[in-house]
């Protein structure tokens, strides 16, 4: 049962130019949404999130967009960067059940110089 | 260093050992949670706990898979009877509330 699902395992993008990164959801529960970057041998790190009362969040380089409707988000990274190269994960959670966080597989972002 | 710190970084154990896995919250976090990481694939929760309660430990198996975050020191997520399916990385985040993660570097288990 994959509540929240990545759908491209990997994705390669040129320097300075739009990465585009998709996330789908099943779980209409589901009002709180995160990005996480995560290096080989590291633990994720937070990247930007968004609430389900907004559409649109965005902090520097990075936008997030939520669809609601659609139960979908994106996260968009503008210049790409080398140093963005990593995986990027998708994550949900409901206020109902404290801070626990249901994750996406993942998606591998390759920034090519 | 003001991170969640995990310890140790790799462990290697052989079938039907026990593994301990220990992490240290950052300072003034009372919210620890633990996921794991199977190869290919996304963070799974497991369990939540606060100082000395377990909150939530709705992802963690019923068998062999026990968590704790005592009042004083690090919380140990413990693994008796290591089968080479419990072969992962194991992250631990803290929180000070509902939301604000801050993960460690994990803690990759392999059982030989």
């Known amino acids: 049962d994959q509540q929240v699902k990545q759908n491209s395992p990997s994705l390669s993008v040129q320097e300075g130019r739009i990465s585009i990164l998709n996330c789908d959801y099943t779980?209409?529960?589901?009002?709180?949404f995160l990005w996480y970057k995560k290096y080989p041998a590291e633990g994720p790190t937070f990247l930007i999130s968004?609430?389900?009362?907004?559409d649109k969040n965005e902090d520097g380089r990075f936008t997030v967009f939520l669809n609601k409707s659609a139960k979908h988000l994106s996260l968009h990274i503008v210049p790409s960067q080398p140093g963005d190269s990593a995986v990027y994960f998708c994550?949900?959670?409901?206020?109902?059940?404290?801070?626990?966080?249901?994750f996406g597989e993942g998606t591998q972002l390759t920034v090519n110089p | 260093n003001a991170g969640v710190m995990q310890n140790p970084r790799h462990l290697v154990r052989r079938r039907g050992q026990e593994a301990r896995l220990r992490c240290s919250p950052v300072?003034?976090?009372?919210?620890v949670y633990w996921y794991r990481q199977l190869p290919e694939e996304g963070l799974k929760f497991m369990v939540y706990?606060?100082?000395?309660?377990?909150?939530?430990e709705s992802g963690m198996p019923k068998e062999r898979f026990s968590a704790e975050f005592p009042k004083e020191g690090p919380s140990i997520l413990r693994i008796q009877q290591v089968v080479r399916g419990d072969s992962a990385a194991y992250f631990c985040?803290?929180?000070?509330?509902?939301?604000?993660?801050?993960f460690g570097s994990g803690t990759r288990l392999t059982v030989v």
């Open positions: 994550a949900a959670s409901e206020r109902t059940s404290g801070s626990r966080l249901t």
């Open positions: 985040a803290s929180s000070s509330a509902n939301y604000g993660y801050t």
């Open positions: 300072k003034g976090h009372s919210h």
């Open positions: 968004i609430s389900s009362i907004k």
């Open positions: 779980n209409s529960m589901f009002d709180y």
């Open positions: 706990l606060q100082k000395e309660n377990i909150i939530d």
